[in-house]
């Protein structure tokens, strides 16, 4: 595939750590919500190498705050989302679909509950602001609504708890999954959740001063070098073997949460009131005819930039990859499609063009790993 440059600008936003991530040879960026996400530095396998062993530091500013406030702000945000966090704590993150009226995805963010009436919704890749202030505007409800300024550095990898404790102490290993605490580094408070989007383990440090997040990513580089620190992202093969999912890649606004595997997170039964909830109802009772699967594909390359169709021998069509890269580990390409439901059989073949070239696959189960 031939390879473009970007041209950056105001709409294609950097953050506070692009300069030093491309003083620390960054290789090629994606665009998530308007905003530079590194994609690689050293190559997609040696960084995949890496962060399966040792400790990598992301920016991952890309994945950006909205931040909800003020008297009627556990309604609204209740109202975006089908899980129910009528009994949620300060402290804790919640990965929580966002859904519309039609019961249709819009984003899958993680809701952090800051106080009760005080919420960051850590947005993947869709405008969730203006979907959140039409809804207050329709609801008339009591609150702000705004993008603070938060930047995201995470600490990722196997040596993450041992290099954060050098920094921030040794109370940090006690903190748990998917909550987060205020911990300090000289002058500076930071915000820090063990969440990430590896399942090498880490942390994410929410940053909300640019200075006191340079300062972090230059110490962090500092105490990380007898961990062999290296800067990394979120790592297309790590994060396809352990099927942690990408709106607009792998879902989007044409599918509902139960096609994208979100069960669990589908709260019909509780009593608390969100956008197509009967909607969601009335899918869970007909039942979906399609689903998110993984598929393994006796290629060693791919590449993706539309979804490619999967048939079977008399040229039904199976589904469609959504995601798809090689595998080092499972030496072929793998990747994660939207199944019909005739083919949800693990084992199921397909043929699938890639390069004008026929290859086999076989449908199986997610994650990989
Ligand atoms: N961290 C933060 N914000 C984010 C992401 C992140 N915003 C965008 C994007 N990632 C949101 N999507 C996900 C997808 C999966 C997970 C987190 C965010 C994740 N899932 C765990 C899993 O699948 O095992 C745990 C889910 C659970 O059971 O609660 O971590 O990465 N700040």
Redesign the pocket.
């Known amino acids: 595939m031939k390879k473009f440059p970007i041209v950056k600008s105001r709409r294609l936003r950097s953050t506070p750590y692009t300069d030093r991530i491309e003083a620390h040879g960054v290789s090629s960026y994606t665009v998530y919500n308007h905003m530079l996400l590194p994609a690689s530095f050293k190559s997609l396998e040696s960084d995949y190498h890496h962060l399966k062993e040792f400790v990598q530091v992301w920016d ?1 500013a890309a ?1 950006r705050q909205v931040e909800i406030t003020g008297k009627d702000s556990a309604k609204l945000v209740q109202l975006m989302t089908c899980r129910d966090l009528s009994k949620s704590k300060i402290g804790r ?3 929580s679909p966002l859904v519309d009226q039609e019961g249709l995805l819009v ?4 809701i ?1 509950k800051l106080a009760e009436d005080r919420w960051w919704i ?4 869709s405008d969730v602001i203006f979907f959140a202030k039409g809804i207050a505007s329709g609801n008339k409800f009591e609150v702000e609504i705004k993008e603070p300024n938060v930047n ?1 550095l ?1 600490v990722q990898g196997p040596l993450a708890e041992n290099l954060m404790a050098k920094l921030f102490g040794e109370e940090i290993r006690d903190l748990k ?2 909550n987060f605490k205020y911990f300090n580094y000289k002058e500076h408070k930071y915000f820090i ?1 063990r ?3 590896s ?1 090498q383990g880490g942390f ?1 440090v ?1 940053v909300e001063d640019d200075i006191a997040g340079q300062d972090l990513y230059d110490y962090l580089f500092e105490f990380g070098k007898e961990f062999n620190i290296r800067p990394g992202c ?1 790592n297309l093969i790590e994060r396809i073997e ?6 607009g890649n792998d879902f989007d606004n044409r599918d509902n949460p139960f096609e994208a595997n979100f069960d ?2 589908v709260n019909l039964d509780s009593d608390v009131n969100f956008l197509g909830k009967e909607k969601l109802k009335k899918i869970q009772q007909d039942g979906i005819t399609r689903k998110l699967m993984g598929v393994k594909i006796d290629s060693n390359k791919i590449d993706m930039y539309c979804e490619k169709t999967l048939f079977d021998d008399k040229n039904n069509i199976v589904g469609y990859v959504r995601s798809a890269t090689y595998s080092p580990t499972f030496k072929k390409v793998i990747g994660i499609a939207m199944i019909n439901k005739p083919y949800w059989n693990s084992k199921d073949q397909f043929k699938i063009d890639i390069d004008e070239r026929i290859f086999v696959g076989t449908v199986c189960d997610l994650p990989f790993i």
């Open positions: 991952v994945e993150c919640y990965y984003n899958d963010p993680i952090n850590s947005i993947a890749d995201i995470a999954f998917f959740a969440s990430g989007w399942k994410e929410y979120p352990s099927a942690l999912l990408s709106y669990k997170f």
